[in-house]
């Protein structure tokens, strides 16, 4: 555990928790905050949201974390929780995950035999399961550091503050010629992990036209299975997703009219 | 609110920590149980009943405590997590620096308050670094249903004006 901010709402009540050993890795500085590279930005296990909230440079090359770690709860759950905990704890209401997602980064897992690196988009493997053996923690996140002409953070929830995200989107576009597809969209709330949307991305470089939210309902059906469930409903998350893609992308890419 | 279950220490006695800690500026030794939550190790072990539990899930802010000078909601703190790191609490604020804030309708039944005047505590000190952030977002967490908040922040901006970033 880190900053605990997910174990504790439940704790030490749910009974699975009884059984289960917690290490606690609170006081390994090693693993606190980041530090950069020429090509990285190496976020440390425990590094807060607020670690990140007030620093200057990853604001100026990584926008994103800063829009999520502003909607993370209020300043008692920024100073706590940890990006590497955002993961670990793996809801696919996850607010940091989607924009860690949207820089395509990777996640350092370390344990006894060594260290391995794997990309964020193929960390989860279903519903809070990962291809983490429990042997590994979650030791660092990497970000490469790349130019983006856009980006963009929303987050839909009941309220503006202190709500969970029934709808989220992260979405970036890079700029160069470096990749094939320049756009990274990620989906938040709407399947069983935070996902990246290939379809969408695919739907956005096609070169199709886009005259109204709807005309992203194909390629959001080949991407995400949005549920019914406490917080909302399938249909009402079909819809926003199409509005929040539309309306954010409207005059960003051309072809979304 | 979480039962009383959740007060329950769910070890036993021998596997107690215990920790030494600053708690208002003096230091501190307590013995938790591994699952105790800060919140009731200050309330119920060391008898600071000035924090307030509301949520218990960390939603609502009742229960803020300053952690190595952040706010934190002490419901989400491992008391084991403490260890060696400086906590201050509604009891390290005297009651005569509050007029402001009284004065302004920012307290009504008063459960909020303890956690309001703690987040209120952290940004009157820090002003400057906080410039980016509206009063109402750093606010964000300490949830009052009585108010409707201008109080609050009005109250808010007073104090700071009156202290004009002096510590209390």
Same mark, same amino acid.
């Given at each position: ?130 291809? /983490? ?116 992308? /409207? ?7 | ?15 107690? #920590? ?71 609490? #509604? ?31 952290? #940004? ?35 104090? #700071? ?8």
């Amino acid at each position: 555990m880190a900053g605990a901010t997910d174990l504790l709402v439940h704790w030490p009540i749910r009974p699975e928790a009884q059984d289960k050993t917690y290490l606690d890795l609170s006081a390994i500085s090693e693993l606190r905050p980041f530090r950069w590279t020429d090509v990285s930005l190496h976020i440390g296990a425990l590094t807060t949201y607020w670690d990140i909230l007030r620093d200057p440079q990853t604001r100026a090359e990584f926008p994103l974390l800063h829009e999520a770690a502003r909607q993370v709860g209020a300043i008692q759950i920024q100073s706590r929780g940890t990006w590497a905990g955002n993961i670990a704890n793996g809801s696919p209401a996850a607010d940091g995950v989607p924009v860690l997602l949207a820089y395509d980064a990777s996640v350092v897992l370390t344990s006894m035999a060594g260290s391995r690196e794997i990309p964020l988009r193929e960390y989860y493997t279903g519903y809070r399961n990962s291809v /983490r053996r429990s042997d590994e923690l979650i030791t660092s996140i990497i970000l490469p550091r790349r130019r983006y002409d856009f980006s963009v953070f929303h987050k839909v929830g009941a309220r503006r503050a202190q709500a969970i995200t029934k709808v989220g989107i992260a979405v970036t576009r890079e700029a160069g010629a470096r990749a094939a597809n320049p756009w990274r969209v990620v989906a938040s709330s709407v399947a069983a992990t935070v996902r990246r949307c290939p379809a969408i991305e695919a739907f956005l470089a096609s070169g199709a036209l886009v005259r109204v939210p709807s005309d992203f309902f194909a390629s959001i059906d080949a991407d995400i299975r949005p549920i019914d469930d406490i917080r909302s409903t399938a249909s009402y998350r079909r819809t926003v997703l199409a509005r929040l893609l539309y309306h954010s992308l /409207r005059g960003v890419s051309a072809t979304v009219v | 609110m979480n039962s009383n279950a959740a007060h329950k220490p769910v070890c036993a006695e021998s596997d107690a #920590i215990t920790i030494a800690f600053t708690l208002n500026g003096k230091s501190h030794t307590a013995k938790v149980a591994p699952g105790e939550r800060l919140l009731d190790t200050l309330r119920y072990g060391l008898a600071l009943t000035g924090t307030k539990e509301g949520c218990g899930e960390g939603e609502c802010g009742a229960c803020t405590v300053l952690l190595d000078g952040l706010p934190a909601n002490s419901c989400l703190v491992p008391a084991f997590q403490v260890r060696g790191r400086d906590v201050r609490t #509604i009891e390290s604020i005297p009651a005569e620096r509050l007029g402001p804030l009284l004065e302004s309708g920012a307290t009504q039944c008063g459960a909020c308050t303890p956690g309001v005047v703690m987040t209120a505590a952290w #940004i009157r000190d820090h002003r400057s670094e906080l410039q980016s952030f509206t009063t109402r977002a750093l606010m964000a967490g300490n949830l009052c249903r009585c108010t409707g908040y201008d109080g609050i922040i009005d109250g808010l901006e007073r104090w #700071i004006a009156s202290e004009s970033g002096g510590r209390s």
